[in-house]
């Protein structure tokens, strides 16, 4: 090896960097960890507040059972005739609903973990228009017909959010809401209508309006169940993704929150044919998922994924110092022992648990600040002993704020990341290209 001091150097650094690679490993695991807890308290809200809401409906719901004869060979050669009943359901949906929601959020904090809750005031309404007497026939032969009474139906995905009774009205009288748990549907929220003949209810024209405050966690949305929907919401949160099926027509978008207005038809929405499929299905017990307009509340500068993203930069910045370190080394004659560069390599690993640890409590941008701060302080120390003088000790700490000034603004430009960063790697192959340009390799290496 001393015979070859250039290649020992070389590969004293590659061990270095492994063994501060790992360290980022162990790092990154922590930044999981608290993501997972994160998580868990997020739940936690939920299980405790509500979840995720979405609101179905209203719609209406008309039970008939169909009774038929079913014959079976018996003993003797003899013939056995039962009755059996089959519990089935029509749909009718609005011709217009109208829906107009106003939502106010709130942070709350479980532990050192912030969850943004919200709460809603809603007022759907419309009308069912008016249509031709029902013709109904039994689909097995010889059977009956019992027809029910008409329910007006609607759901909400988590019903402990409910905040008060809804009211209801349906053509000017006001009907008494109830919770009730329907085949296919699940659990739903009904009023009976009110006419003496169950016909009356399913033909002629209906005008409605139910109003409820509902409240939840994460996200919100509705599944346009009308002919035509037309949807307005109102937020005081300035973080939204317009998820879901459909994009707003109309959105604006400020820091004190925003404003977004959706619009479409039974001809470009599934939702009525989903639901339909459902009720004769049951496959709302088992998770189904019909097309809906969806808005969550998303927190864009996330600490966890922020500093989980500084990590993945962690070993280009270790890499980036020793390969400074390592040129100064050659072309200005400094020497610096392997026992250094770990210490150095060491801060800059210490300073993103820094960075995870402080900013749950101040918020990603603080705790930059001060871990940028801390670790900075700490290395012009060391390195101006290190290096023989105050002055080398600050022209390597302005390298390194170079370098924490770059990495701050790859991870505030989530669009322009992989940009940044390739012009970094170049930039810096560029400038250790120039720098050793004259450098005679063979006389270094001997």
């Known amino acids: ?69 079913v014959q079976t060979a018996g003993e003797a050669n003899t013939t056995v005739t039962t009755r059996r009943s089959e519990q089935r359901a029509l749909l009718r949906f609005a011709h217009t609903l109208s829906v107009d ?16 809750v919200y709460q809603t005031d809603q007022r759907l309404s419309g009308q069912f228009a008016a249509q031709e007497p029902l013709s109904l026939t039994p689909k097995q032969p010889g059977g009956t017909l019992s027809m029910g009474r008409p329910w007006l139906v609607f759901q909400v995905s988590d019903l402990r959010g409910l905040s008060g009774t809804p009211v209801l009205q ?10 009730s748990t329907l085949p296919g549907l699940g659990a739903v929220l009904a009023a009976e209508l009110p006419d003496n003949t169950p016909a009356d209810s399913w033909t002629r024209e209906l005008t409605f309006e139910l109003r409820f405050g509902l409240g939840g966690t994460g996200s919100i949305g509705w599944v346009p169940l009308g002919d035509t ?38 001809l470009a929405s599934q ?41 993945k930069y962690g070993l280009l910045f270790v890499l980036l110092t020793f390969v400074a370190f390592f040129l100064f080394e050659m072309v200005k004659r400094w020497r610096i022992h392997p026992m250094q560069y770990l210490m150095v390599g060491a801060a800059l ?19 930059y600040g001060v871990a940028t701060g801390a670790c900075l302080g700490l290395l012009t120390v060391y390195l101006s002993v290190v290096l023989g003088g105050w002055r080398r000790g600050l022209g390597m700490s302005g390298l390194l704020v170079t370098l924490y000034g770059l990495l701050y603004g790859i991870l505030m430009s989530e669009d322009n990341a992989l940009l940044m960063g390739s012009l970094l790697l170049f930039g810096a192959l560029a400038a250790a290209m120039l720098v050793t340009r004259k450098l005679d390799w063979h006389a270094l290496g001997n």
Request: charged share 20%; no cysteine; proline share 4%.
């Open 1 to 69: 090896m001393t015979k070859h001091p250039l290649f020992f150097k070389l590969l004293t650094a590659v061990a270095l960097l492994t063994l501060l690679w790992m360290a980022l490993l162990l790092v990154r695991g922590v930044v999981h960890e608290r993501t997972s807890y994160r998580d868990t308290a997020i739940h936690d809200v939920s299980r405790l507040n509500a979840g995720q809401q979405t609101v179905t409906g209203p719609f209406i719901y008309w039970p008939y059972t169909e009774s038929y004869a």
């Open 349 to 367: 690993t210490v300073f993103f648990l820094l960075l995870l640890s402080l900013s749950e409590r101040l918020g990603f941008a603080w705790a």
């Open 271 to 311: 939702a009525q044919q989903q639901l339909t499929a459902q009720l004769h299905s049951g496959e709302r017990e088992r998770g189904f998922d019909m097309e809906r307009m969806q808005v969550d509340l998303i927190e864009p500068l996330d600490i966890y994924q922020q500093t989980d993203r500084a990590t």
């Open 101 to 116: 929601a106003t939502l106010n959020t709130e942070v709350l904090k479980r532990g050192v973990f912030p969850v943004t």
């Open 229 to 266: 929907t037309d949807m307005a919401l109102r937020a005081n949160w300035p973080h939204p993704r317009f998820g879901g099926d459909f994009l707003p027509r109309e959105r604006r978008i400020s820091a004190d929150g925003f404003e977004a207005r959706w619009a479409t038809t039974s």
């Open 170 to 179: 349906l053509g000017g009288r006001e009907l008494t809401v109830f919770s």
